[in-house]
């Protein structure tokens, strides 16, 4: 058997070796996470298209200078951004629905929920998935910080904070060498600047400018407008975040291909991950490696 | 063994199950919408939105009060632009002279009073911000009577929980009508505005009087307000959920978020 608690071992860590990765909090929450905010995106994506024009500050209406539109003219779909318009026929703007019906709404059926237009439906799946995403955050919050994930895995220390420690992760990253043996049982920086930028940035941005969307949140705390400069400004930051959100899924994605998807997704629902390089020796070699 | 070998298909795997699985979500989504049991449990996230707004939220805390400089240059008409019945287009064309705002159902006193004795009543004037379901706001100007005092003068029963707007505008045949708890009926925003941006209110926005009810979404701002009637149940209103919207497409009654 092949180190299982590198606590406990006084060899140094190889490749092929299995290790306590994920604690069962972060395994919890990171799939309950998963399926809550692809929820909050797709019936999100439906209540814009209610209205689907972004402004700033504090009022903003069709007859207000917006800036994102996803619309239609004519035969043509198209998204506008300051000004600039790009055609996006059959994708936002006017599209065919699975029944081949030509439907002339901001983002098609196949990423809103529901997958027809329904405003108060879409509103209903997420405002109460943004109980599960809120109550969710702040437990693993509060979780993280008390059984030490803050302090031991997303901490970033000194060291790592010097420019060249960050662009070498970035060289390596680009290269898309990623660290082996005993140096990928941590974090690297770029890894911590992710998750803590998702975990204490993006979230809690997502949520704060949800609430101040809320006429009764703006009158029960008037702040919120102030943070953010307005319901309308919140709003657009609430579509910004959502999508800064979106990319972190798909380079997350990516990593985890990179890395090895099924010692990556398994570590993530049993806990355990095997050291990713080249195994040196026979009797390490088989071990741990089957999923 | 190499993960070279299998990545290819473990990649083919991967993407197919993604997609395979979002086809999957997608159509359970819609599933789950129709299905009347997970709908009422979505729906308790509308009780869950309103108890606990309520208990973070003085019962009087006030929504923002803008300046004059803030008001939206256009101010978007939304929902009915006229009123529907031939009594109101016989109003419109005597300019409002032989209108009358009835506050009745479970008062001691119902009270019966034209624009002119409206109007020269205490008003509250406010610059408030109006927010739209769908996500967009404009801010606007409003003078009007507060409820809480017509309320009050009508004698408002101790039995009566709810205030229900009848309007002169409809859909499909079917009146506008609107309801708020009390509340919200003696929050001191609360008014029945007969003045917008400085002018009588216009046709379009509700003449001769609509409500505005400053932290909900703009659905509860009922236009062509006719008439006021206290009631202990909405059930006894049409579709029985307290508004036109809630009847029709299942609209939050609590429009708070």
Sequence with gaps: ???????????????????????????????????????????????????????????????????????????????EFAGTRLETTGVFGIWNDAEGEVRRRAFPYWITIPSNYDLQAGRRWHLSFAWILSLALAFY??????????????????????????????????????????????YNILQKISYIGVIFVLLPLMILTGLTMSPAMDAAWPWLLDIFGGRQSARSIHFICAFALVAFFFVHIVMVVLAGPINEIRSMITGKYKLPGKVETELTEGEGVRP | MTDGNIIMPRRR????????????????????????????????????????????????????????????????????????????????????????????????????LNLEQLMAMPSREQITRHDCVEG???????RGTPLGMLLKQAGLSTKARYVVFHCADSFNADPYYESIDLI??????????????????????????????????????????????????????????????????????????
């Design chain 1, 1 to 79: 058997m092949t180190t299982s608690d590198a606590t406990t071992a006084d060899e140094p860590l190889q490749p092929g070796d299995v290790i306590k990765r994920h604690r069962l909090s972060t395994r919890i929450w990171h799939w309950l996470n998963a399926l809550t905010l692809l929820v909050l995106l797709m019936s999100g994506l439906m209540i814009f298209n209610a209205h689907p024009r972004l402004y700033w500050g504090e009022y903003g209406a069709n007859a207000d200078p917006a800036w994102l539109v996803i619309d239609d003219a004519g035969d043509t779909g198209f998204v």
């Design chain 1, 141 to 186: 919050m509060i979780r993280s910080l008390w059984n030490g994930h803050v302090k031991n895995d997303l901490h970033i220390r000194k060291t790592e904070w010097s420019p060249r420690h960050i662009w070498h992760d970035i060289k390596e990253h680009a290269r898309l060498r990623l660290p082996t043996g005993a140096a990928a049982r941590n």
């Design chain 2, 13 to 112: 795997f991967l993407t197919g199950a993604a997609l395979g699985g979002g086809g999957l979500l997608l159509s359970g989504c819609d599933m789950l919408t129709e299905n009347e049991g997970f709908r009422s449990v979505l729906r308790s996230g509308e009780a869950l939105n309103k108890t606990a707004q309520r208990l973070i939220s003085d019962r009087s805390a006030l929504a923002r009060e803008f300046s004059e400089s803030d008001i939206s240059p256009t101010f978007k008409p939304n929902g009915s632009i006229s009123g529907a019945t031939p009594e109101y287009s016989a109003h419109v064309a005597d300019r409002f002279a032989n209108w009358q705002l009835k506050v009745d159902g479970m008062v001691v006193r119902p009270l019966s």
């Design chain 2, 136 to 142: 967009w706001s404009a801010i606007g100007k409003w």
């Design chain 2, 184 to 257: 919200d009926a003696f929050h001191p925003q609360t008014i029945l505005a007969w003045s917008m941006n400085g002018g009588l209110l216009p046709e379009r926005h509700g003449a001769p009087l609509r409500l505005r009810v400053e932290r909900q979404l703009g659905y509860k701002h009922a236009k062509y307000v006719m008439r006021v009637e206290a009631t202990d149940d909405l059930k006894k209103f049409y579709g029985g959920n307290g508004g036109y919207w809630e009847d029709a497409v299942d609209y939050d009654w609590y429009a708070g978020i």
